[in-house]
């Protein structure tokens, strides 16, 4: 199970964001965060934990092993302001609740 | 450059089969480096995943829905596709198929649209 957290973070643009995931039992580095916009098909921003996905901006970074992950937006941009997921794929294919970004 | 494009009723009638394809295009199914999935997300809420195949036909499924699931591929259409029986009203959501890369950990790249399907007298 991967727990997320907070469920809803708010924010002005230019803030930092920090969310987290916990997974119920290690997953070493096979975590990846995805974005998801509203009406969208998620987005992949960072698979094995720390790395970026091709064409990921570099405010965007991961980070942690075994239970605990980090995702971390440096300043946040409008277009930031979305939905992110974690998702592990040591045990299956599982995904977190999500953090919804939003505009404070 | 890769496209994923889901296909298929929108509405399905309770206890009946629900049935939808997923056609590649801008590249082969036929990889080893790839596997094809099916994930879904239910109104307003979280992601669940439902079954991948490779291209070999070698298959997994999420063990919730396990006994109603079956996932097919067809290389020579390149599509692949998705059949969950016995659907309820709890399996209307958005259906999504995506790609797991080997050169990403396997996780997913390409998403494609996505597909409401309702269940529904």
């Known amino acids: 199970v991967l727990t997320q957290s907070p469920a809803t973070l708010s924010l002005s643009p230019g803030e930092r964001a920090t969310l987290s995931c916990r997974a119920s039992?290690?997953?070493?580095?096979?975590l990846a965060w995805y974005q998801q916009k509203r009406g969208q098909a998620p987005r992949l921003l960072i698979y094995?934990?720390?790395r970026r996905a091709t064409g990921i901006p570099a405010r965007f970074s991961g980070s942690g092993s075994g239970t605990d992950f980090t995702l971390t937006i440096s300043s946040l941009e409008p277009e930031d302001f979305a939905v992110y997921y974690c998702q592990q794929s040591t045990n299956w294919v599982t995904f977190g609740g999500g953090t919804k970004v939003e505009i404070k | 450059q890769v496209q994923l494009q889901e296909s298929g009723p929108g509405l399905v009638k309770p206890s009946q089969t629900l049935s939808l394809t997923c056609t590649v295009s801008g590249g082969s199914i036929s990889s080893g480096d790839y596997y094809w999935s099916w994930i879904r997300q239910h109104p307003g809420k979280g992601l669940e995943w439902i079954a991948y195949i490779f291209d070999s036909g070698a298959n997994y499924y999420n063990p919730s829905l396990n006994s109603r699931v079956a996932i097919s591929i067809d290389t020579s259409e390149n599509q692949f596709s998705l059949q969950l029986s016995s659907v309820t009203a709890a399996d209307t959501a958005v259906y999504y198929c995506a790609r797991g890369n080997r050169f990403l950990a396997w996780f997913l790249d390409i998403w494609g649209q996505g597909t409401l399907v309702t269940v529904s007298p």
């Open positions: 039992q290690s997953v070493s580095s096979s």
């Open positions: 094995d934990a720390s």
